[in-house]
């Protein structure tokens, strides 16, 4: 009897120590999480508004909190964006070392752990905390009420509170339109289990909609964007020998436009020069008129025969721009060393083709397994255990290559999203971004790393289930849905490829035949 009861004691100490270490790890992975999105938010943020450096306390503090729960929003989203990758990892570390010491923290209950807390923040951040944030920073207070940050509390909780009612009777419409919840007397208590679920669910499907979008454009502009940072390999190029024409180019630009100032400056002071208005109220010439009538007419036939100077000195100041920029480049390719010309850029460009070329044929592997019957559907209905067994048919290794394109997918659609043409006023500027433009850039980036989770099972990247209430997503469960944005997924994909890198020889073929038709 005494040693049952040893036992369950033994047992609650353990559950209670795991418990504790859970919490410790959720609060030290919440700190570095705080601490990087801090340091991006600060690098984005526009440091002269008025309200950080106003005299008012109030706005001073508003300022902050609203600063604060933005960039607790950002710690979500790069929590969310990392859950799969870290699960993956996980498991393939327990598989490799089954009795180590040093892993025994890393568990199921952990990692379960760590998705609901994801999942609870998501929501919060989402439909809470952002709405929040916006309302007090417009919030003034109610009309005959005292200035002060209680008056502005509470008018920024009365605004929320109609927006959640709101949103909460529109919630119960939708949910009983497709059928998901039967109409119940007490419906407005299951906020937390079916209805914020029901509308988080219906968030992450804009936001894997918005990634079929972005995501396939943004694997074309990622090459773009490693084109212009890394320096491409010098072939056949005397750079030195181009980089001093460009510089006596740029020379002679400069003496033609400080010749066009001064051309300009002597008509107007021949114009303003030409009479005076002595101490006694007469006018008289600096000039004598016959000289001056000859100097005028000869600076304006120089005039009439160099053309419209107006022009010339735009087109000139234009070229002189491009003359720098180009100079600057070719500088750039100077000062880079050889390895960094000869392997840096060549391996990117690689490595960029055979994560997109791995995506596409997982893409189509994907879909033809789901026609055929063979995978399942990214809806999860078990309960799945760590380190039972790897997920992957190659191991760590092609453990280690899920990880790698589930942040290539990541980095595709940011880079994708913000380079839309809508998102020109949106997007975020170094220290030029005021808070309602970072309010927003949150918010989005929270919705697209809460659908990279489900983007990345979706296509068949990771076959690692979807915990939690990520798995319970009702929509993952619709057969046609899945399969059509696969299709759509890697059509879309393969096409903007094509079109891509096919572009220079259809413009060239379009200007061959367009020249053969002209001759004809």
């Not at 008289?284 to 005028?296: E, I, N, T």
């Not at 100077?309 to 480049?329: I, T, W």
């Not at 290794?397 to 020109?424: D, R």
Request: charged fraction near 15%.
């Amino acid at each position: 009897m005494e040693e049952e009861e040893e036992e369950v004691t033994d047992l609650k100490l353990q559950l209670f120590h795991n418990t504790v270490r859970e919490h410790i790890i959720f609060l030290l992975l919440i700190i570095l999480l705080y601490f990087s999105s801090y340091v991006v938010v600060s690098r984005f943020r526009r440091r002269d508004r008025d309200d950080l450096y106003s005299n008012d306390e109030d706005e001073v503090l508003v300022y902050r909190i609203s600063f604060w729960l933005c960039t607790f929003t950002l710690a979500v989203a790069e929590g969310a964006a990392m859950l799969l990758p870290v699960s993956i990892a996980s498991n393939e570390v327990l598989l490799l070392y089954p009795n180590s010491y040093y892993v025994k923290w890393l568990n199921s209950s952990l990692i379960q752990g760590l998705w609901n807390h994801v999942f609870l923040f998501s929501n919060l951040s989402l439909f809470v905390f952002l709405p929040f944030v916006y309302l007090f920073s417009e919030s003034t207070g109610f009309v005959g009420h005292k200035k002060g940050i209680l008056a502005r509390v509470y008018e920024t909780f009365t605004v929320f509170i109609l927006m959640a009612i709101i949103v909460l009777v529109l919630t119960a419409v939708l949910s009983a339109v497709f059928g998901i919840e039967k109409f119940q007397f007490f419906w407005f208590l299951n906020l937390g289990s079916v209805h914020l679920p029901f509308l988080y669910s219906c968030v992450s499907f804009l936001g894997v909609m918005l990634m079929l979008i972005c995501t396939p454009y943004g694997f074309v502009r990622l090459f773009g964007v490693v084109n212009q940072v890394l320096v491409r390999p010098m072939l056949l190029r005397d750079v030195n020998e181009e980089f001093s024409a460009f510089y006596m180019e740029e020379a002679s630009v400069k003496r033609k436009l400080a010749y066009i100032d001064l051309h300009n400056v002597s008509i107007s002071d021949a114009k303003r020069g030409s009479r005076f208005t002595n101490g006694n109220g007469r006018t008289h010439s600096y000039l004598p008129q016959p000289l001056l009538q000859h100097s005028l007419a000869h600076l304006y036939q120089r005039k009439s025969l160099v053309g419209n100077v107006d022009e010339q000195h735009q087109l000139l100041n234009e070229r002189l721009k491009e003359l720098y920029s180009e100079r600057k480049e070719l500088d750039k390719l100077r000062k880079s060393s050889t390895f960094q010309r000869t392997f840096v850029y060549p391996l990117a460009m690689l490595l960029l083709l055979f994560c997109t070329a791995v995506t596409i044929l997982l893409v189509v592997q994907n879909t033809l397994e789901l026609l055929i019957g063979i995978k399942a559907l990214p809806l999860s209905t078990r309960q799945f255990t760590l380190g039972i067994s790897s997920l992957s048919k190659l191991g760590p290794v092609g453990a280690a290559m899920e990880v790698c394109l589930i942040f290539y997918l990541g980095a595709t659609s940011v880079v994708g999203f913000y380079s839309m043409p809508f998102m020109n006023n949106v997007r975020p500027k170094r220290r030029q971004t005021s808070l309602p433009q970072l309010m927003l850039n949150c918010g989005f980036m929270l919705v697209l790393s809460s659908a990279l989770p489900l983007l990345s099972r979706i296509i068949g990247i990771t076959n690692f289930d979807l915990l939690g209430d990520f798995g319970a997503i009702e929509w993952l469960g619709n057969f046609q849905i899945v399969l059509l944005y696969n299709l759509v997924f890697g059509t879309t994909t393969a096409l903007c490829l094509a079109n891509k890198f096919t572009a220079t020889v259809r413009r060239e073929l379009r200007a061959r035949l367009t020249a053969l038709f002209l001759l004809a």
